[in-house]
């Protein structure tokens, strides 16, 4: 098998040089931003570090969407927590499928210190 190298001057596409861990698990890490979704690459792609990585980050999301929408029934600050809670974890989910897009490890503030915790 040949391997191509680029040794022209220049910008090089970050394409060329993929890790193929990033490559393989692509697909399911960025799912794993996706409301339950986020139990598919834990389950089926549990073997590939990158999938797996942002898999947790999105089951920590998950878990605190379930939360808010359980406290949505606390009269007076229900709604004003869900509503805060839907808005900040949606943003955080949008930059995750943007990391993972962009093929980084992107470690969200507290989220990944509780997602480091899950052993699977």
Partial sequence: MEKKTNHSSGSQSSDTHIDPVIQD???FALI???S????VPLILK???KFAVFHGK???VIFILEVAAAILKS???IGEVVFSLAFVVLGILSLIGIVKVLMNEYWEMPYISQVAQKISI
């Fill in 57 to 59: 980050q999105g089951l």
């Fill in 46 to 48: 549990k073997e590939n």
């Fill in 32 to 34: 794993g931003y996706i």
């Fill in 74 to 76: 606390v009269p007076a």
């Fill in 25 to 27: 698990g692509k697909f």
């Fill in 36 to 39: 339950v979704l986020c139990l």
